[in-house]
């Protein structure tokens, strides 16, 4: 899927999503999940006309869903077309194989896109600076290296190879294909290379940029994917970074001077994470995720009113382990309390309460309990709680700075070691 085209085509390019129900995600989890796929089809610009769930172990390791389920999502692909209104491609909510993406595209008769090549369009979509595009571009090539026999299967049956005759040929001189084929992995591995020098290059440069900007205290906001960084990093630093209701709206970091009263810090907004971030992403983004890993504080923002949030939050908490932030201090966020929904439940109704039944007053009693008193509850887009929040960076990047840069006179003349003032 060429994610420039989307948004150019007269007609939106119109897609099924495909996802499994197992033993260790059931209906309600597939259900939210490809809620949040069609959200990324969505984003990169295709319109979602049909799911597809299949109860399994696990997935095929030829066709990802059973021959029934394929037949069943070929069957309504053809009626569409019938209908003159036709299916374009076919998305699966995990990442498939050469071998998978084959198979399903000879089956189904359309385009197949995994969950990670649909990010991985999203991010080159959304790419703006010459750092971006290269860290997508060597994603990108990550990803496309082991998957490139599938592109030449076409070839493969052309000519006889060497030898005369027309026979079967030897081992790695079977014809146009292979050669293809390995004229491609060079060029691939080259290009790799080359955008792996560039970016030694951008990160030594963000390093020298972040050792010069003086002795502040840097805080880092972190989240789920559209959970409000980019609108909170707004308000408070009275800056316009793009914001919008899509994922992955802002891939570049953005720091901004903030002064609270009279102290000085650094915030930067990074890229949000998500479910199943491609791990050629995590690598290629080093330079922009430094950031998060060199922060002095990390302010973690949380979508309150999405209905799996804790989920969201375990996503974000083991994403910033891999990154080794996992004993970075951290103040919890829960943004969106105007868009918060319950549910009272009657009287007699004695089943056990859901998710939907806890008020927020009873939702911030839980959490405020259990994360302690580094956690607020805001609204960004109605300024709700903004002033709890700038007093809060106050004293904590307070107690930071006087720990961090003790000879700072202004500071340490005003503050003890604890961060209190005297």
């Not at 498939?96 to 995994?114: F, H, M, P, T, Y």
């Not at 709890?388 to 003349?413: E, G, I």
Request: hydrophobic share 40%; glycine share 6%.
């Amino acid at each position: 899927m060429k994610p420039q085209n989307l948004e150019t085509k007269s007609r939106a390019e119109r897609c099924v999503l495909v996802a499994l129900s197992t033993r260790t995600q059931d209906e309600r989890k597939t259900i939210e999940y490809l809620d949040e796929l069609e959200f990324l089809a969505r984003t990169a610009g295709a319109e979602c006309a049909a799911r597809f769930t299949q109860k399994a172990d696990g997935p095929s390791s030829v066709t990802y869903v059973g021959s029934g389920k394929l037949q069943e999502i070929r069957d309504y692909i053809d009626r569409c077309a019938d209908m003159d209104n036709s299916v374009d491609l076919a998305i699966f909510d995990d990442e498939l194989s050469a071998k998978q993406l084959q198979n399903i595209e000879k089956a189904l008769g359309v385009r197949v896109l995994d969950r990670t090549s649909l990010i991985l369009d999203i991010f080159a979509m959304r790419a703006r600076t010459a750092s971006a595009k290269t860290q997508v571009e060597l994603a990108q090539n990550q990803y496309m290296l082991p998957r490139l026999r599938r592109m030449w299967t076409h070839l493969e049956r052309q000519g006889g190879g060497s030898g005369g005759g027309g026979g079967k040929g030897m081992v790695g001189l079977r014809g146009p294909g292979e050669t293809q084929l390995e004229m491609d992995r060079r060029i691939i591995l080259s290009r790799m290379a080359l955008l792996k020098r560039r970016l030694a290059e951008i990160d030594k440069q963000k390093t020298t940029q972040r050792q010069g900007r003086g002795r502040l205290i840097r805080v880092a906001l972190v989240g789920y994917t559209n959970v409000g960084k980019s609108t909170l990093i707004n308000l408070l630093s009275g800056s316009d970074v793009f914001a919008e209701n899509k994922l992955f709206a802002t891939l570049d970091t953005t720091v901004r001077k903030i002064i609270v009263e009279n102290l000085p810090f650094l915030l930067s907004d990074t890229v949000g994470f998500i479910r199943k971030l491609p791990t050629e992403l995590v690598s290629s983004f080093k330079s922009t995720l430094d950031e998060v890993r060199e922060a002095d504080l990390l302010l973690h923002i949380v979508d309150v009113s999405h209905p799996d949030f804790e989920e969201q939050i375990e996503v974000v908490t083991r994403t910033l382990a891999d990154l080794g932030c996992a004993d970075s201090p951290v103040i919890t966020v829960f943004n969106k309390i105007d868009a918060y929904r319950w549910v009272e439940k009657e009287a007699d109704d004695l089943t056990p309460p859901g998710r939907e039944n806890i008020s927020l007053s009873e939702l911030q009693r839980t959490w405020m309990a259990r994360l302690g008193d580094d956690t607020l509850f805001i609204s960004a887009r109605e300024r709700t709680g903004i002033e709890d929040l700038r007093a809060m960076l106050y004293r904590r990047v307070r107690q930071l700075h006087v720990q961090k840069y003790p000879s700072n006179d202004f500071l340490f003349n005003r503050y003890d070691a604890e961060g209190n003032a005297l």
